[in-house]
């Protein structure tokens, strides 16, 4: 059983910050259970474009209000406290949070927790060793 807090998490190289969100990375890869759980704050005002081309996301709101734009059909979603999306095609799409945004993010596969997105709004797929194992700029 793995019984670990927010707080276990913070200021360790899982709590990852940027200029427009942060997220802690609760459970990760090491972990060996087929995903990964972030708590993560998109804040408010900004605008995030991101492709998880190596992964699927599933985004659960708990707190505040974004808009979500699938950038391939340009349609655009509300979400809300209580609201999820899932990303299962791949989708390119825009978070722009009208308030701090906070979210619960699983992810397949699991994440390490070292991932930041690359100029393409991308987590590149690692090994536990940081190996990168896709191709950059899929």
Request: charged share 30%; hydrophobic share 30%.
């Amino acid at each position: 059983m793995i019984v670990r807090s927010l707080t276990d998490v913070d200021g360790t190289d899982a709590d990852i910050r940027t200029e427009t969100w942060r997220s802690r990375r609760v459970v990760l890869a090491k972990d060996k259970v087929g995903f990964s759980f972030h708590e993560t704050v998109l804040y408010a005002g900004t605008e995030t474009r991101m492709w998880y081309a190596n992964h699927i996301e599933l985004v659960h709101c708990i707190e505040g209000e974004a808009e979500v734009t699938d950038e391939e059909t340009g349609e655009t979603h509300l979400i809300t406290p209580g609201t999820l999306y899932l990303l299962d095609g791949h989708e390119h799409h825009t978070v722009r949070p009208k308030t701090d945004f906070r979210v619960l993010c699983v992810f397949n596969p699991p994440v390490t927790g070292r991932e930041v997105h690359d100029e393409h709004g991308v987590y590149p797929l690692l090994s536990e060793t940081g190996e990168r194992l896709d191709t950059p700029g899929q």
